[in-house]
Nanobody
Framework: QVQLVESGGGLVQAGGSLRLSCVVS?????????MGWYRQAPGKQRELVAG???????NYADSVKGRFTISRDNAKNMLYLQMNSLKPEDTAVYYC???????????WGQGTQVTVSS
């Protein structure tokens, strides 16, 4: 059974930093070729924040480019999102997602709340 558990969210002032972590269990992280972090703010649709492929290529939403960094540690089965220079508009529930780009099968964590105060 594949499970994803996020951690690292919290309340931070604008300009601060947080590091989100996602531990994957039940399958090796390098079994997937598409991994990413999504977020959903109240009243808004879930959006892709950052993605990383199994060969290491990354992509970011324009709103977070230069501030957020996605990374992974296959040995620890962990996915990370380093968030710097946080803004109030970054406030959302952040979700970890893993899957295969050529498949409609993917897995989600339960989410972790990030709140940025002005």
């Amino acid at each position: 059974q594949v499970q994803l558990v996020e951690s690292g969210g919290g309340l931070v002032q604008a300009g601060g930093s947080l590091r989100l972590s996602c531990v994957v269990s039940g399958i090796r992280l390098n079994s997937f070729n598409a991994m990413g972090w999504y977020r959903q703010a109240p009243g808004k649709q879930r959006e892709l924040v950052a993605g990383i492929s199994n060969w290491g290529s990354t992509n970011y939403a324009d709103s977070v480019k230069g501030r957020f960094t996605i990374s992974r540690d296959n040995a620890k089965n962990m996915l990370y999102l380093q968030m710097n220079s946080l803004k109030p508009e970054d406030t959302a529930v952040y979700y970890c997602n893993v899957g295969w780009s050529a498949s409609n099968v993917d897995y989600w964590g339960q989410g972790t709340q990030v709140t940025v105060s002005s």
